[in-house]
């Protein structure tokens, strides 16, 4: 990456009501966190489901169109380092409340289904390793409520709990890699397959929109980098921190992602993937190690609770941030006095993912959360170009222009009907938009009664 910056003094700090409580190396173990989790270890099988033996291809292509993105968010926080994120950059670049509303909902949407669909992995075949007594729905609601009180405590305790479940999370990816190395050591495994493409249909165009397909799915597994920016009123020395911690969060997780995409392949036919919610665990009971699956399983939770965790901090936060800019009501951006922690946004989000976790299983709620966010993408790597007339007084990191113009255009082609996505993934968007344009209809006539509108 070419870093070219403005010329002009360091950013000052800031005047905030949140508590600058993250650093360096936990700011780049949050992105990590991030990202990893639910997608790799739960919709793997489903990547494969689509596109067959071949399902480290999706992974690749989701990798290149997360950097292409990651590059323009990088921009964009260092040179406005607040909370609120895509929202804040697209109203700055449009100055349409309308759509700058519209993409907060969808930002704040995405999160919530990819929290929801963690917690709905939560229950599935990993806890089925230990007891299937509760049923799911009742493990996923429980889930939120945890989740929800850790986050009122502190951000500082969100986010040190988060380093420890990436290190979890981590461990159990290395595990999985440890049992590549040993099939190919041993000549274990098919290495066929890693070639193998299907796709429903026949012809060259059913394998194009077959892979589109698996990519779009896929790319719910490198969603996350974008949480990170709504930390940025929590983060000591923003403009300087963030470009490193997130090109090496997205390149740690997409490296580790492609290897277990390959590993996966090797050892386990796609549709016995397919056929699992807890597709890392058949990988682990075919690879030949005497590693336990329970406790494998284990890890795997611990994996997918990391996901939420963050999600619904995201989500919170950008409720803080929207509110600030008034985009949501000033209650929305209320703090708890001793905690400094956005305590309406927490309440608010947590009983939004309650709902929707009674509203979709594991790859509904994660193909919606990547097609939620492939639409945002888009406008933000639209948004970093408009932006380039606005020039602000300290240095930042410069992306190379045709870095946001190939995103823009990957997020696109990803979000089109040509990536063969199921119609309930349009419909449940349809219906959280639809909500969206409630709330702004609502928000509306609160500020003109208060004579604000």
């Given at each position: 990456m070419t870093d070219t910056t403005t010329p002009g003094p360091a950013a000052p700090p800031e005047e905030t009501g949140l508590k600058r409580a993250i650093g360096p190396k936990l700011l780049i173990l949050f992105v990590i966190g991030d990202i990893l989790g639910t997608g790799i270890y739960a919709t793997t099988g489903k990547v494969a489901g689509k596109v067959g033996g071949a399902v480290w291809l999706p992974f690749v292509i989701g990798f290149v169109v997360a950097i292409l993105t990651a590059a323009s968010y990088v921009e964009l926080v260092g040179k406005y380092p607040r909370a609120a994120g895509a929202a804040l950059y697209t109203q700055k670049a449009f100055k349409v409340?309308?759509?700058?509303?519209?993409?907060?909902?969808?930002?704040?949407?995405?999160?919530?289904?990819?929290?929801?669909?963690?917690?709905?992995?939560?229950?599935?075949?990993?806890?089925?390793?230990?007891?299937?007594?509760?049923?799911?729905?009742?493990?996923?609601?429980?889930?939120?409520?945890?989740?929800?009180?850790?986050?009122?405590?502190?951000?500082?305790?969100?986010?040190?709990?988060?380093?420890?479940?990436?290190?979890?999370?981590?461990?159990?990816?290395?595990?999985?890699?440890?049992?590549?190395?040993?099939?190919?050591?041993?000549?274990?495994?098919?290495?066929?397959?890693?070639?193998?493409?299907?796709?429903?249909?026949?012809?060259?165009?059913?394998?194009?929109?077959?892979?589109?397909?698996?990519?779009?799915?896929?790319?719910?597994?490198?969603?996350?980098?974008?949480?990170?920016?709504n930390m940025a009123e929590e983060t000591r020395d923003p403009v300087r921190t963030f470009p490193r911690a997130i090109f090496i969060g997205v390149g740690v997780t997409g490296t580790v992602y492609?290897?277990?995409?390959?590993?996966?392949?090797?050892?386990?036919?796609?549709?016995?993937?397919?056929?699992?919610?807890?597709?890392l665990l058949e990988v682990v009971k075919a690879g030949g190690l005497d590693f336990p699956p329970k406790l494998f399983a284990l890890i795997a939770l611990f994996a997918v609770t990391n996901s939420a965790l963050i999600n619904i901090m995201m989500a919170s936060r950008l409720c803080y941030g929207m509110a600030n800019e008034r985009i949501l009501p000033r209650a929305m951006g209320r703090v708890l006095a001793k905690r400094r922690t956005p305590v309406t946004g927490i309440v608010f989000v947590s009983l939004l993912a309650i709902g929707l976790v009674c509203t979709g299983e594991i790859e509904g709620l994660g193909d919606t959360t990547a097609f939620l966010l492939l639409c945002v993408f888009a406008v933000v790597n639209v948004a970093v170009l408009v932006l380039r007339k606005d020039r602000v007084a300290h240095a930042h990191f410069r992306t190379p222009t045709v870095l946001p113009v190939l995103g823009a255009l990957?997020?696109?082609?990803?979000?089109?009907?040509?990536?063969?996505?199921?119609?309930?993934?349009?419909?449940?968007?349809?219906?959280?938009?639809?909500?969206?344009?409630?709330?702004?209809?609502?928000?509306?006539?609160?500020?003109?009664?208060?004579?604000?509108?």
């Amino acid at each position: 990456m070419t870093d070219t910056t403005t010329p002009g003094p360091a950013a000052p700090p800031e005047e905030t009501g949140l508590k600058r409580a993250i650093g360096p190396k936990l700011l780049i173990l949050f992105v990590i966190g991030d990202i990893l989790g639910t997608g790799i270890y739960a919709t793997t099988g489903k990547v494969a489901g689509k596109v067959g033996g071949a399902v480290w291809l999706p992974f690749v292509i989701g990798f290149v169109v997360a950097i292409l993105t990651a590059a323009s968010y990088v921009e964009l926080v260092g040179k406005y380092p607040r909370a609120a994120g895509a929202a804040l950059y697209t109203q700055k670049a449009f100055k349409v409340p309308f759509l700058t509303f519209i993409v907060a909902f969808m930002v704040m949407c995405s999160g919530l289904s990819s929290a929801s669909a963690a917690a709905r992995a939560f229950g599935g075949d990993y806890l089925a390793e230990f007891t299937d007594a509760v049923p799911p729905t009742v493990v996923a609601i429980l889930f939120i409520l945890v989740l929800a009180a850790l986050n009122l405590r502190g951000v500082s305790e969100s986010v040190k709990a988060n380093v420890v479940l990436t290190l979890v999370e981590v461990t159990g990816l290395l595990v999985i890699l440890a049992i590549g190395a040993y099939a190919v050591l041993t000549g274990g495994g098919e290495p066929g397959r890693l070639a193998d493409f299907e796709a429903s249909g026949s012809g060259g165009y059913a394998l194009v929109t077959g892979v589109l397909g698996a990519t779009a799915l896929g790319f719910f597994a490198f969603v996350g980098f974008e949480d990170s920016v709504n930390m940025a009123e929590e983060t000591r020395d923003p403009v300087r921190t963030f470009p490193r911690a997130i090109f090496i969060g997205v390149g740690v997780t997409g490296t580790v992602y492609v290897l277990v995409a390959l590993v996966s392949s090797l050892l386990v036919d796609h549709r016995t993937l397919e056929k699992s919610s807890g597709p890392l665990l058949e990988v682990v009971k075919a690879g030949g190690l005497d590693f336990p699956p329970k406790l494998f399983a284990l890890i795997a939770l611990f994996a997918v609770t990391n996901s939420a965790l963050i999600n619904i901090m995201m989500a919170s936060r950008l409720c803080y941030g929207m509110a600030n800019e008034r985009i949501l009501p000033r209650a929305m951006g209320r703090v708890l006095a001793k905690r400094r922690t956005p305590v309406t946004g927490i309440v608010f989000v947590s009983l939004l993912a309650i709902g929707l976790v009674c509203t979709g299983e594991i790859e509904g709620l994660g193909d919606t959360t990547a097609f939620l966010l492939l639409c945002v993408f888009a406008v933000v790597n639209v948004a970093v170009l408009v932006l380039r007339k606005d020039r602000v007084a300290h240095a930042h990191f410069r992306t190379p222009t045709v870095l946001p113009v190939l995103g823009a255009l990957t997020a696109l082609i990803l979000a089109s009907p040509l990536a063969d996505r199921p119609a309930e993934v349009y419909i449940r968007a349809g219906v959280l938009l639809a909500i969206g344009l409630a709330l702004w209809a609502v928000n509306k006539v609160v500020l003109k009664f208060r004579g604000e509108g």
